[in-house]
């Protein structure tokens, strides 16, 4: 029969002094916030295919186009500073869980919104904001969960499944999901450019109530640094 600190996923350290997290429960961690990342960065490429249908088809007049491109930057760059602050002195889990969730219902309004060119532009704003949380959050994170000597092999993990497959869902998913139909009820369906931004919202929400249900706000107990 294994012992309660094994069936909780900790196993003690080389001197007894602590519960540390097992191996098993560090990567399970850093898979999920790889997948995290994956999400933020098919929310972030959405806007890339949706743009190219979305202001001839909801009549974007003006430079909506080439606003709705950046204006995900302008919350993005000036935010990170002051979400690495906020993920110092709360769980940094609890703030990439809100990151994403905050990103996705922005992303939600986004599709709701095609009809103004401006409504777009300030929801992408909101997103590049919550966006923005990313990167700090989880380098904070790792670092509570990582072994010392893994930290750059675990940023590295959660970076490699979160950049590549975020990118693949993306570019090659949002074009294939461009072409679909969601059946919503017999006389309704959505698809096309509104599905571009449901899915990745969707998928963002699910991810951070699943990532705040399995990881803890913390470690049971810290490494020795």
Same mark, same amino acid.
């Given at each position: 029969?294994?012992?309660?600190? /094994?069936?909780?996923?900790?196993?003690?350290?080389?001197?007894?002094?602590?519960?540390?997290?097992?191996?098993?429960?560090? +990567?399970?961690?850093?898979?999920?916030? *790889?997948?995290?990342?994956?999400?933020? +960065?098919?929310?972030?490429?959405?806007?890339?295919?949706?743009? &190219?249908?979305?202001?001839? =088809?909801?009549?974007?007049?003006?430079?909506?186009?080439?606003?709705?491109?950046?204006?995900?930057?302008?919350? +993005? /760059?000036?935010?990170?500073?002051?979400?690495?602050?906020?993920? $110092?002195?709360?769980?940094?889990?609890?703030? @990439?869980?809100?990151? !994403?969730?905050?990103?996705?219902?922005?992303?939600?309004?986004? #599709?709701? $919104?095609?009809? $103004?060119?401006?409504? !777009?532009?300030?929801?992408?704003?909101? &997103? #590049?904001?919550?966006?923005?949380?990313?990167?700090?959050?989880?380098?904070?994170?790792?670092?509570?969960?990582?072994?010392?000597?893994?930290?750059?092999?675990?940023? *590295?993990?959660?970076? $490699?499944?979160?950049?590549? #497959?975020?990118?693949?869902? *993306?570019?090659?998913?949002?074009?294939?999901?461009? =072409?679909?139909?969601?059946?919503? *009820?017999?006389?309704?369906?959505? #698809?096309?450019?509104?599905? !571009?931004?449901?899915?990745?919202?969707?998928?963002? @929400?699910?991810?951070?109530?699943?990532?705040?249900?399995?990881?803890?706000?913390?470690?049971?107990?810290?490494?020795? =640094?």
């Amino acid at each position: 029969m294994c012992c309660p600190e /094994m069936a909780a996923g900790l196993v003690l350290n080389g001197d007894d002094r602590k519960d540390v997290p097992s191996r098993a429960a560090r +990567y399970r961690v850093f898979a999920l916030v *790889g997948c995290g990342i994956a999400v933020q +960065y098919w929310i972030r490429a959405s806007i890339s295919v949706a743009v &190219t249908l979305a202001p001839e =088809r909801y009549d974007w007049r003006g430079p909506w186009a080439a606003l709705s491109l950046s204006a995900f930057f302008v919350g +993005y /760059m000036p935010c990170q500073v002051p979400w690495s602050r906020l993920a $110092s002195r709360i769980s940094p889990r609890s703030a @990439l869980a809100s990151s !994403v969730a905050i990103s996705s219902a922005a992303t939600l309004a986004v #599709g709701c $919104s095609l009809r $103004s060119g401006a409504a !777009v532009c300030a929801f992408r704003v909101a &997103t #590049g904001f919550a966006q923005a949380a990313t990167f700090p959050c989880t380098y904070a994170l790792v670092n509570q969960w990582a072994e010392p000597a893994e930290i750059s092999r675990a940023i *590295g993990v959660a970076k $490699s499944i979160g950049e590549n #497959g975020g990118a693949l869902l *993306g570019l090659a998913g949002s074009e294939l999901i461009l =072409r679909a139909r969601l059946p919503l *009820g017999p006389k309704l369906r959505v #698809g096309g450019v509104q599905l !571009v931004f449901f899915l990745p919202a969707l998928a963002g @929400l699910a991810w951070s109530l699943l990532f705040v249900a399995l990881v803890p706000a913390a470690p049971a107990a810290a490494w020795d =640094r």
